[in-house]
């Protein structure tokens, strides 16, 4: 590692101790609770062919505001400025009311996390990779946070937890992704449309939180299955014309989602495994459209991860591993990546310095196009 990267280092360590404790204040069922998180992050990236770039940035700073003035309901909205960006000074996350008072049961409407994929209903401040794997990262299938309906339910002894979702939903066009995003935060080419979805997940050993790293050492399990289905309602197809995309491929309109998820996660004696394949299939509106992702206006897009954690001082030192891949009908070759890395816990995640090594082969389906990318990351959770 050299001096750039260990100076990049030290000024993470320094920001992350400076941040506030939040606060919560209560009166009876009534309470307020001020709180955030704090990412900064060092990232290298060193392609095979081209010069090597570095950047330190806030990956995400994210403030909250959470309440409730009526006993069995509340709400929440939270917002990032790590990503402000001319005049995108903000951006929109959690913006939703939530009803709890039947029993086992509770009602959200709003801005939320749409019930896909484990790894990203698992919070950023509880990986253990710097950066989400295929699986988990909206720019290649998996929903984001959706405005619209969801009931949550679990079963007496929490060991069974379900979801259903009808949201609002957005996708932003682009060849080389399949790139969700939210009504919340809407941009002039988003395509528009209905989706529905539904999770299931059971915990054979009583609940497992979505957090990864085993702190605790006890025998813990989960298995999941989950599904949902986007449909775009031809109202904001601006790069087709008759049916002809006007993008040069580049950004074609896109006809309709479905995806389908399978996973599964394990804790016992400092050990943390997650794994995870989703499958998803994709049409764009013209179905001549051969670019990025796309073969002849369609792809079948798959992605699978396996990671790993072993605490080798117990709730202080963690060492990760990873490997994922996706693979596209567009594609010429996989794209796998292969992750190394620890984790250094001042106070488990509220308090964190990672460093992941990622080492990408064939990236976007390109033959032999490999980069490998190192990043650091200091988080306070507060």
């Given at each position: 590692?050299?001096?750039?990267?260990?100076?990049?280092?030290?000024?993470?360590?320094?920001?992350?101790?400076?941040?506030?404790?939040?606060?919560?204040?209560?009166?009876?069922?009534?309470?307020?609770?001020?709180?955030?998180?704090?990412?900064?992050?060092?990232?290298?990236?060193?392609?095979?062919?081209?010069?090597?770039?570095?950047?330190?940035?806030?990956?995400?700073?994210?403030?909250?505001?959470?309440?409730?003035?009526?006993?069995?309901?509340?709400?929440?909205?939270q917002w990032d400025m790590g990503k402000a960006v001319d005049d995108n000074e903000i951006s929109i996350k959690d913006a939703?009311?939530?009803?709890?008072?039947?029993?086992?049961?509770?009602?959200?409407?709003?801005n939320y996390s749409?019930?896909?994929?484990?790894?990203?209903?698992?919070?950023?401040?509880?990986?253990?990779?710097?950066?989400?794997?295929?699986?988990?990262?909206?720019n290649y299938g998996t929903p984001d946070r959706q405005t619209g309906i969801y009931v949550q339910g679990n079963s007496e002894d929490k060991r069974i937890n379900w979801t259903l979702a009808l949201a609002d939903g957005r996708v932003d066009p682009d060849a080389n992704k399949l790139d969700f995003e939210t009504a919340a935060n809407d941009a002039t080419d988003y395509n528009q449309g209905m989706m529905v979805g539904a999770r299931v997940d059971f915990h054979p050993f009583g609940k497992l939180k979505m957090s990864q790293g085993d702190f605790k050492g006890d025998t813990k399990a989960t298995i999941s299955l989950a599904a949902f289905n986007w449909n775009n309602d031809n109202d904001n197809n601006t790069r087709t014309t008759a049916g002809v995309d006007t993008s040069g491929g580049k950004k074609p309109d896109i006809d309709s989602v479905t995806g389908v998820e399978i996973s599964g996660a394990y804790r016992a004696n400092g050990i943390s495994i997650d794994a995870q394949y989703n499958v998803l299939s994709a049409d764009t509106v013209d179905?001549?459209?051969?670019?990025?992702?796309?073969?002849n206006g369609q792809t079948d897009l798959s992605n699978f991860a396996l990671e790993g954690g072993y605490m080798v001082l117990p709730s202080k030192l963690e060492l990760v591993a990873g490997y994922s891949s996706q693979d596209a009908d567009g594609y010429v070759e996989s794209w796998n990546r292969t992750e190394v890395g620890a984790n250094w816990f001042v106070a488990k995640?509220?308090?964190k310095y990672q460093l992941t090594y990622r080492m990408n082969e064939s990236e976007k389906g390109v033959k032999n196009s490999d980069e490998d990318e190192l990043f650091v990351q200091a988080q306070y959770v507060f």
């Open positions: 590692m050299h001096k750039k990267t260990l100076a990049s280092a030290v000024i993470l360590g320094l920001a992350s101790t400076s941040a506030v404790a939040g606060v919560t204040y209560k009166d009876g069922d009534k309470y307020m609770k001020l709180g955030g998180r704090i990412q900064l992050q060092y990232n290298q990236a060193s392609p095979d062919a081209g010069p090597t770039t570095d950047k330190v940035f806030f990956r995400r700073f994210r403030p909250y505001i959470e309440g409730s003035t009526n006993k069995d309901w509340k709400g929440k909205f939703y009311m939530q009803y709890s008072g039947a029993r086992n049961m509770k009602v959200t409407i709003g749409f019930p896909f994929s484990r790894e990203f209903q698992t919070s950023s401040k509880y990986q253990q990779l710097v950066e989400r794997t295929f699986v988990g990262d909206s179905s001549t459209v051969t670019r990025g992702i796309y073969k995640h509220d308090i």
